[in-house]
């Protein structure tokens, strides 16, 4: 056992402060050492309270993600059957799009502990800490035309939501077009790539990161008012694995009702999680910036919204702001 | 001067037949080399005439395509001012495409005189022999929501028919979505492949292939039936340089139409040279084959058929036989 495993092991023993000391003479190294395991830790996903005299308390400790035994639970199923799973990637959408390309089928997930260099939506950044969340990319092959895209987004975002309400119990909606929010707080994001020849998918890679055990700690300030996970919300540390199983089924059962009966009844799901319906908001679009209402979703995907005066429009694309009643 | 360029100067002196024995003496080889340099030259695109006891005629010889003046006469405009030019790739979508992924900008094109696994629609193969076709992909990034890519493809039809109908003064027509038609034969075709982030395109490569100077030998006996050459069908050889030219400043002009006036004008410029509307044909989609009459485009971009049973129908994505009237 080396002394970071036999630092875990001291740890876990007691709820109650252990002393840096303490530590320090069980190990048989200095206090600085000492100090420089608990850091690894952290790095790791530990989450340790530290007090002047007192010593150290462990707060939470991860649990490695166990993809085989999601990958059994799921053998035989459209999405989840073969797991890709790494310890630290750039991005698992950058692996799961060269996997597309060179002919990956349909239902591959790319899973990491860690993004370095995480994507979000519009080019931005997604914070994606070490063992605490589901950053995740699966491969999708829907036989969709490319007009119809915007549905595959509504239906990932239908699936995270009752998957995520499934486990959970946290009554979770979405801000269209698919962030998952509770209490106004964002938990979830999804990003959808496609690639197309001509008017038919070649593939998409729908992109989910779940901030499922972050603790307060890996906020800073201002992003505590807008963002949350899992664990904060519901008071104790998920289980990813059970949370990549439900999404997958949830996937799985909402293609084959998409398949079967088209879009409608996924739009119908999705306009009962809706938080934004009904609601006046902002919008940016690469072109304007504007306040309006949204009202339904059209048949294709995109979403109907009333202006200012009165009048309707269709919105293809934009950043939604907050909601202003 | 090398043995392949002094067979060329003699071959390019006279219209009348050369013989082979002629030849072996002036270039100091046997006549089993003679025949082996031959068809060197015709694998670059010369077509050789050869008649027992007559010995060789030339009948049409390429020239490189000069990718430094057409750059130089599109210096400063939106497409064409910037050509990667290749002897010989495997496809030039691919080439563009990963130039695309490292950021190339708009209007890039790559060019190559000869592609060993061109692309063609359906995952097809585009025939592409050596210095004879215009086989060219165009870097395009324009800001339009992925439901409304296919109206990029109708455009790109537009801006082909313009330009083949300027240069060469051919009336060619447009066969849904995109094929260039002349008295029922194909010309070339277009493959666009767009990727996009969530409902913005990231990128679109429209892959175009023009059968320029193409021979009657460059074809077998079944594709003649339904496929022919600028230089077949006007009866004399076309300058490649000025096709690609009125191409890039066709695309440039509807672009800006576009830009400033949406689909409406290109929908209708569009229509005006469509080969298949009011008249039956076959449609293959990925789930059935039916035949129907196309009526009209949508704003979107996808078209309108009448079915059978006088019922309208709109089509996303097919196939589209052959005319039956």
Do not use: C
């Not at 959970?168 to 959808?192: C, R």
């Amino acid at each position: 056992m080396n002394n970071n495993e036999r630092l875990i092991q001291l740890l876990t023993a007691s709820d109650q402060f252990i002393s840096g000391e303490k530590i320090s003479e069980e190990l048989g190294i200095s206090r600085t050492a000492v100090w420089k395991q608990i850091k690894k830790l952290e790095a790791q996903g530990y989450e340790i309270e530290a007090i002047t005299k007192q010593g150290y308390r462990l707060l939470y400790a991860p649990s490695p993600f166990q993809a085989d035994k999601v990958e059994q639970v799921l053998a035989g199923h459209r999405f989840g059957h073969t797991i890709h799973y790494y310890d630290a990637v750039s991005s698992t959408q950058t692996i799961a799009r060269e996997l597309a390309e060179q002919g990956g089928k349909e239902g591959i997930v790319v899973l990491a502990e860690q993004q370095l260099q995480g994507k979000g939506r519009m080019g931005r950044n997604w914070h994606s800490p070490y063992a605490k969340g589901v950053w995740m990319s699966i491969i999708l092959r829907p036989a969709t035309p490319i007009q119809l895209a915007p549905q595959l987004t509504l239906l990932a975002a239908v699936a995270l939501t009752r998957a995520i309400r499934t486990v959970t119990a946290l009554e979770v909606g979405i801000k269209w077009p698919n962030d998952i929010l509770h209490q106004g707080k964002k938990l979830s994001g999804i990003l959808l790539e496609s690639a197309a020849e001509e008017q038919q998918l070649r593939y998409v890679i729908a992109g989910l990161g779940i901030d499922v055990n972050l603790g307060e700690k890996d906020y800073d300030q201002e992003l505590l008012q807008k963002a949350t996970s899992l664990r904060i919300e519901s008071g104790k540390p998920q289980q990813r694995e059970k949370l990549v199983e439900a999404i997958m089924l949830e996937l799985e059962a909402l293609f084959n009702l998409y398949d079967q009966k088209g879009f409608q009844p996924i739009a119908e799901l999705w306009e009962s999680y809706a938080l934004s319906l009904g609601k006046r908001i902002s919008l940016t679009t690469p072109q304007e910036q504007f306040e309006a209402v949204p009202l339904r979703l059209t048949a294709a995907g995109s979403i109907v919204v009333r202006m200012d005066d009165g009048s309707e429009r269709e919105i293809y694309s934009a950043e939604m702001g907050e909601i202003k009643q």
